[in-house]
């Protein structure tokens, strides 16, 4: 982390605000302190900061985040011009711009949108400016309740190709148990899922803030699985973690960095059905990485149409790819277990193509409760790869 180029830090609500619930500046100043000391060096950092619904609270008389929507997108729309301002006045004390970017599910769930969140990123950073990131809480729906930014910031890091991602919270590292409960101790390193075996980890958040532990981990997921190493640490030791020096928790990379059109298949696009799949098709898709052909397909889900992103479910009902499928749902019945070579003999030429090519399916590693399909066929398992 030292020597990264580009990093991207995330802070959240409760590291920026004080026991009333306001804006900290103090814990707001020595965040750009540090920040600023990393672009003087010739680093670039892009911050992805919560704080908009906490900085709110007190111009409205609020005395904690609000539990109904209206006015917690209240509380947000007035606490967002705060935040930024604060982070404009601190930055330029150190001759430095601010550009502040508002992103909402659906700049992260459209592809359109997600490039033109990354084109805007990058010339933000290539004109030398600082990047203030924020979920628009204004006008998001249930997005508001749930992540806390972290899940956006590993978006982010792919999304700038970051070099590195520090993850700021209200405790030291990732424990084996509660911090407080005698005997739990930190873990300094992880370099792979059965190094999380065995520990507890609580999915609560702060009381100005929504996200726990549970969605630093799954953060550290996208991130470090698309070759992202993280760093996760309290915000008193900022400094120290952008050093490299061996503070919080340290996450090594588990992957190889990918595409952004993968990235966004695998973690960000929100799927329109569901191809259920015999063990035949599952094995040629996951051991030999070969397309989705109809023949090892044993149901769907929804109703999608051709270039849509869908799920693609394994027979022991757990989701095993997403991918983006070649036909209209309508068009998906008379295919159900069939050879290319027989749809092509019955239907002409323009139905012997793959129902998900291997080009545009990526595999995912977090697997789902299943969810029963509503149009089924029971032809015999078939390999899918002839």
Known sequence: MGTAERVVVKIGSSSLTGADGRLDLDALRALVSVLADRRAAGGQVVLVTSGAIAAGLGPLGLHARPRDLATAQAAASVGQGILVSRYAEAFRDRGLRVGQVL???????????????????????????????????????????????DRLAALVSHLVRADG????????????GPPSRPGSRRIEEVRGPEDLEGIEISGRGSAVGTGGMVTKLEAVSIAAGSGIPVVLTSAAQVREALAGERVGTWFAPTG????????????????????????????????????????GVTAFDGGFEAGDPVEIVGPTGAVVARGLVAYDSSEVPALLGRSTSDLRADLGPGYDRVLVHRDDLVLVGRYRHPAPARRAASPSPSDAAR
């Open 165 to 176: 991602l520090v993850l700021l919270t209200d405790v030291d590292g990732l424990y084996t």
């Open 256 to 295: 190889r960095r990918t595409s952004a059109r993968r990235l966004w298949l695998a973690h960000a696009a929100s799927t329109q059905g569901r191809l259920h799949i015999d063990a035949g098709a599952e094995r040629a898709v996951l051991e030999r990485g070969t397309s989705l052909l109809p023949a």
């Open 103 to 149: 992103l909402t599910a659906d700049d992260a769930v459209r592809r359109t949108h997600y490039r033109n969140a990354s084109r805007s990123l990058e010339k933000l950073l290539s004109l030398g400016v600082v990047p203030v990131v924020n979920e628009n809480d204004a006008v998001a729906t249930h997005e508001i309740r749930f992540g806390d930014n």
